[in-house]
């Protein structure tokens, strides 16, 4: 077994889970995953990816697109609508080929927007979930690879109607930031 393949912990302490993953927690190595969502459908896709750029994003465009937008339902209005989370490799010239490609319109949201980026928020709720297992379970050490099970297990079960709740908020989210002219919202 490899020096780094599990992390110790003491025996009141609990997983750290930070949405960007840290170097400076025990162990450095960061999880990526690629997640969509679609209203009535849940999670339609959970891809682990290790490094991301335009050149990935556009094969992963032209790999799972058409089959999660197939799982989605049919076109609005002959659109298929993608939300860019702001990865630079998103906007990259040969990711955009590849929407274009597969039919497919960009919505880009403003950089550092979470109010109205609904995945957000279910990526809060996974890790919420993630440190009451950990607790609850008592989940002390685990390996790089077992942690990666359990966040993708936890991903793929998040219920849909919590999914659908976020996007379905989305609406009354753009009427608050539109009230408080961009600046922070209350809820």
Aim: glycine fraction near 6%; charge should be positive; aromatic fraction near 6%.
């Amino acid at each position: 077994m490899a020096p780094k393949a599990r992390v110790w912990r003491k025996k009141g302490e609990v997983l750290i889970i930070t949405a960007k993953g840290s170097k400076d927690l025990a162990g450095g190595k960061r999880l990526h995953v690629m997640v969509a969502i679609a209203y009535n459908k849940g999670v339609i896709l959970c891809e682990p990816y290790d490094k991301m750029n335009g050149k990935f994003f556009a094969s992963v465009i032209c790999q799972h697109f058409n089959l999660c937008f197939g799982r989605a339902g049919p076109k609005r209005d002959g659109k298929r609508l993608f939300v860019m989370d702001n990865d630079p490799s998103q906007i990259s010239k040969v990711a955009e080929n590849a929407l274009t490609d597969i039919e497919c319109e960009l919505l880009r949201i403003p950089p550092r927007s979470p109010d109205i980026n609904p995945i957000v928020n279910v990526f809060h709720l996974v890790k919420n979930l993630l440190e009451s297992e950990a607790i609850q379970e008592n989940i002390t050490c685990e390996t790089f690879e077992q942690f990666k099970t359990r966040v993708l297990r936890t991903i793929e079960n998040v219920d849909p109607t919590i999914i659908d709740k976020a996007i379905g908020s989305m609406p009354q989210r753009i009427r608050l930031i539109i009230k408080g002219k961009g600046y922070r919202t209350k809820y």
